[in-house]
């Protein structure tokens, strides 16, 4: 069974900066597509941010140029390096993995809060 802890939220100010970890454990992940998804209280959960198993990466056009999705395969970790923040990042951000174009596994989300 594969599990997803994201870590790293928390409370932030407009302008800095905040670094999202999404660890695996349960099985290697190196040949799925990553991704990053966030939602907004009252909202639907949104695509932020995807990475594929060869490094190819894809953005939400709302946050594209000050986000970056990367992995470490050998540590099974994908993160989520936010700069610039606004107060409408403010969500729950959550981690998952896909295979063959479906997200199969979820992580539980790490909150994220911009204060203005």
């Known amino acids: 069974q594969v599990q997803l802890v994201e870590s790293g939220g928390g409370l932030v100010q407009a302008g800095d900066s905040a670094r999202l970890s999404c660890g695996a454990s349960?099985?290697?992940?190196?040949?799925?597509?990553m991704g990053w998804f966030r939602q907004a209280p009252g909202k639907e959960r949104e695509f932020v941010a995807a990475?594929?198993?060869?490094?190819?990466?894809v953005y939400a056009d709302s946050v594209k140029g000050r986000i970056t999705i990367s992995r470490d395969n050998a540590k099974n970790t994908m993160y989520l390096q936010m700069n610039s923040l606004k107060p409408e990042d403010t969500a729950i951000y959550y981690c998952?993995?896909?295979?063959?174009?479906?997200?199969?596994?979820w992580g539980r989300g790490t909150q994220v809060t911009v204060s203005s």
């Open positions: 998952a993995a896909a295979m063959s174009g479906t997200y199969n596994y």
């Open positions: 349960g099985r290697t992940l190196s040949s799925y597509t």
């Open positions: 990475i594929s198993w060869s490094g190819n990466t």
